[in-house]
């Protein structure tokens, strides 16, 4: 690996790259200023101007997306599993195929993973100064299914989706397609298909840090000088080392998520795993050892590790941080150490 290979695998916060327009529903009344980011994989974006930061699959995608406050984005719904990380702001859910199944107001901290064939929608209650992390599953996540007041409205405003999600702008010259080629609204028999999730399932789909214990003796390097660290599991099978770590949320998603707090000078020892991860920063200054090169990253960066490369990672900031870190795959991933770290342990 180059310096240059891995470097483009750090995607910092500051150099994200949003589009105004990456769905038919931004056009509608109440959901201007909506910008989506697409960090890892092209997502379910349906215009084609959205840059995609980090193109290479990694058998899910990793988006942001920030609202004006009082802004909404538009009921919808994805076949496969869709993951938010509140970063910045206060964040109102609202789930159902009419939108009225339940709400939650989600803060900093909070992730929540929205079962499959759920309709759901979202608001931002707080300030303007806002940011949500979002994780799509697979690495072609399908398309969005709008609900159907979405469509129909989007098409006063120039807007229209094919029946392949593309989006087709009147305004901006496209010519108008022919009417089998447009995306039909869902009948009544199809809304009927869609999951009726209440408040209480949803509200056990959510994790926090700061509520959960985590556990502090996950890994083998957590007893050595620069690994004490707390690991939580929040979402599949997870990466860690001991076999009694279920995970907050169980059903397969293409990836598991959990979540690594550590202090000053602590954090993950030189390991590798066999398949893809990708590392969000929640909060804190880390540093990331990723084969011969080093970064230091903060809060809301995005750093891309390949398989089988040697990495270490350090809080090399005054207090306490966090990690998020998604693993490809359903499958629990396993750990190698470094020969240095398992002469260390013995
Ligand atoms: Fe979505």
């Given at each position: 690996m180059t310096q240059a290979s891995m470097a483009h695998r750090v995607v910092r916060s500051c150099e994200y790259i949003p589009c105004e327009e990456a769905f038919v529903d931004t056009r509608l009344p109440g959901r201007e200023g909506k910008m989506n980011y697409c960090i890892i994989g092209p997502g379910v974006a349906e215009n084609d101007r959205q840059v995609v930061h980090i193109a290479e699959p990694h058998g899910f995608n990793v988006g942001g997306v920030s609202l004006p406050t009082g802004k909404i984005n538009s009921l919808h719904s994805h076949t496969t599993a869709e993951v938010f990380l509140i970063c910045r702001g206060e964040w109102r859910f609202f789930w159902g195929y009419d939108g009225t199944d339940g709400e939650a107001v989600l803060k900093p901290g909070d992730v929540i993973s929205i079962p499959t064939g759920t309709f759901r929608a979202f608001e931002s209650?707080?300030?303007?100064d806002n940011f949500m992390l979002s994780w799509l599953g697979e690495d072609d996540p399908g398309h969005v299914t709008w609900a159907n007041d979405v469509i129909e409205g989007a098409a006063e405003f120039g807007f229209y989706l094919r029946k392949d999600s593309s989006l087709v702008d009147i305004n901006a010259g496209d010519p108008m397609p022919a009417e089998e080629e447009l995306l039909r609204p869902l009948t009544e028999a199809e809304l009927l298909r869609y999951n009726r999730t209440s408040p209480a399932e949803m509200a056990a789909r959510v994790y926090n840090v700061e509520r959960f214990k985590g556990?502090?003796?996950?890994?083998?390097?957590?007893?050595?000088?620069?690994?004490a660290k707390t690991y939580h599991p929040i979402i599949g099978e997870g990466c860690h080392e001991r076999s009694d770590t279920p995970a907050h949320i169980l059903n397969p998603h293409s990836f598991s998520l959990c979540a690594i707090e550590a202090g000053p000078g602590n954090g993950f020892l030189a390991h590798r795993f066999g398949v893809k991860q990708v590392l969000t920063i929640g909060s804190g200054e880390w540093e990331v050892t990723l084969g011969d090169d080093r970064f230091t990253v903060g809060p809301e960066d995005t750093v891309s590790i390949p398989a089988d490369t040697w990495r270490s990672l350090r809080n090399t900031g005054g207090e306490a941080g966090v990690v998020y870190l998604a693993t490809s795959g359903d499958l629990h991933a396993g750990i190698e150490w470094s020969e240095d770290v398992q002469s260390k342990l013995g």
């Open positions: 209650v707080g300030s303007d556990a502090t003796d996950a890994f083998a390097d957590c007893s050595l000088p620069g690994g």
